[in-house]
């Protein structure tokens, strides 16, 4: 099969043939259709998140078809259309398994990370952690679903939880794959969104507001109005200081990524008042399960820019400078 591999960090990825992959217990092989390209992808590609395995298949936002099942799998079927998320396995057995915290598991795997990913024809991947895609979404619309989506969703749940009154007032810092998402759930559930974006990014600013954004500006400058709760997608720790000046007494700020930059020091008095800073760790199935049947209802429209698999490594830069216009996907085309 046909594979984008990343061979050292810093290095671009290799088009390759590869052995197909045959799936284990309790797995299953999917066709890949199409995959959503990740910042987190990037952080691999440039070193930031430490290697785990050489040479590696990047890509955890896969959707593909079912075509082969190995022993003792019952769901899902060969045929059916799946989605294939960051995380990718987890022992069932650690503490935090065994409190609903999956997503927290000592021993887990994460696609494209310590598994092969979609940036390849096939992948295999246990049965338990792919998800039946909604019917009616268009494939490449689907891909953003699994990560973008996932993790916007797990970040604006843990926004909700400190704070209180009607409508909730969120701001939004970095304005990409997620954070388009986030903007039209969070709408749906009556929020009103405030998006920052870099300095002088005015494409940005716009499409915010055409998403439902009811104000957008630059993270330089203070919004209109106090906010109850921030989520910040951008991987600059110099942006928490200024979250936290942004948000009211008992607001929380949500760091959504998987990497960012050191956050400089801050005086205690723009903590105090109770407001919250905390982190986002991957995704449980319950996530998958819960967020896959909102979209549909919202309904979530995923803006993509589509590249070829060969392309992968532009798609990574277009995403690197910001170019993309909600989220990037690899299209997966055969001969």
């Not at 396995?89 to 021993?107: A, I, M, P, V």
């Not at 939880?161 to 794959?177: D, H, I, K, N, S």
């Amino acid at each position: 099969m046909r594979a984008m591999l990343l061979e050292e960090a810093g290095g671009p990825l290799r088009l390759a043939g590869v052995g197909t992959p045959e799936p284990g217990p309790g797995q299953v092989r999917v066709r890949v259709e199409a995959c959503g390209v990740c910042r987190t992808d990037l952080h691999i590609v440039d070193g930031e998140l430490p290697p785990h395995k050489r040479p590696l298949v990047l890509g955890h936002q896969i959707v593909g078809v079912v075509d082969k099942a190995g022993s003792g799998v019952a769901a899902p079927a060969v045929g059916e259309l799946v989605g294939i998320p960051w995380l990718g396995w987890t022992d069932g057995t650690c503490r935090y398994c065994l409190s609903g915290r999956e997503n927290l598991c000592d021993h887990a795997k994460f696609t494209g990370y310590d598994i092969d990913g979609g940036f390849a024809e096939f992948t295999v991947v246990d049965h338990r952690y792919a998800f039946p895609i909604p019917a009616g979404y268009p494939i490449p619309q689907a891909a953003p679903l699994l990560c973008a989506g996932l993790i916007g969703y797990r970040s604006l749940s843990m926004a909700g939880e400190a704070c209180t009154g009607e409508p909730q007032r969120l701001g939004l810092y970095g304005y990409g794959a997620a954070a388009h998402i986030v903007t039209q759930v969070a709408r749906h559930q009556g929020r009103r969104v405030f998006a920052f974006t870099r300095p002088d990014d005015t494409a940005s600013q716009g499409f915010a507001r055409e998403m439902g954004a009811e104000w957008a500006g630059d993270t330089a400058t203070a919004p209109p109005e106090e906010l109850d709760a921030a989520i910040i997608f951008a991987p600059a720790g110099e942006l928490v200081p200024l979250a936290l000046k942004a948000v009211a007494k008992g607001g929380v700020v949500v760091c959504a990524g998987i990497h960012m930059s050191d956050i400089p020091s801050f005086p205690y008095e723009e903590l105090w008042g109770e407001r919250v800073i905390r982190s986002v760790a991957n995704l449980t199935r319950l996530d998958g399960q819960e967020f896959l049947a909102l979209a549909p209802r919202v309904p979530v429209h995923t803006e993509v820019e589509m590249f070829p698999l060969e392309q992968a490594n532009e798609a990574l830069e277009r995403l690197r400078s910001g170019a993309i216009r909600g989220a990037a996907v690899l299209m997966i085309e055969r001969g």
